[in-house]
């Protein structure tokens, strides 16, 4: 039994070797992603700038996961669009129980979590983390 495992492990070795594939040191060799297209700029990083992307992002997940009726929103569709975050916490945004939540009903619940005190940041509660 012995002389098999052996055998076997020579074969992967050998294999792995006429492959090029050198696993010892994987994760030394990753590397750096490519560098950005000459003339990339990006936006400041400022709170209003932040809270737009973070509300564009929110309502295009919203229009993703509502479907055709882009303007009300299930907890089936919002786990069948891989949004479990917004199923698992339903029954909190759906306030007045009725089996659905709109954008804005999305959008106060995430702001209520927000660490910032809304009042800092005039209502827009986004923290930027650097």
């Known amino acids: 039994m012995r002389y098999r495992y052996s055998s076997l492990a020579m ?4 294999v792995f070797t ?3 594939i050198d696993f010892s040191a994987a994760g030394e060799q990753l590397g750096f992603p490519p560098p950005d297209p000459p003339g990339t700029v ?9 809270a737009r992307d ?3 992002q929110l309502r295009q997940r919203f229009e993703i996961a509502a479907g055709r009726s882009n303007h009300l929103l299930t ?12 199923a698992d916490h339903f029954a909190e945004i759906d306030r007045d129980r009725d089996g659905y ?3 804005g009903d999305i959008s106060d619940f995430m702001s209520a979590r927000s660490p910032v005190a809304k009042s800092k940041t005039k209502g827009k509660g986004v923290q930027i983390v650097e």
């Open 101 to 103: 939540v709109n954008f």
């Open 42 to 50: 990006y936006p400041e990083l400022n709170e209003a700038n932040v």
């Open 11 to 14: 074969a992967f070795t050998i």
């Open 18 to 20: 006429l492959a090029g």
């Open 54 to 56: 973070v509300d564009t």
């Open 75 to 86: 907890a089936a569709q919002a786990n069948a669009a891989g949004w479990g975050f917004i």
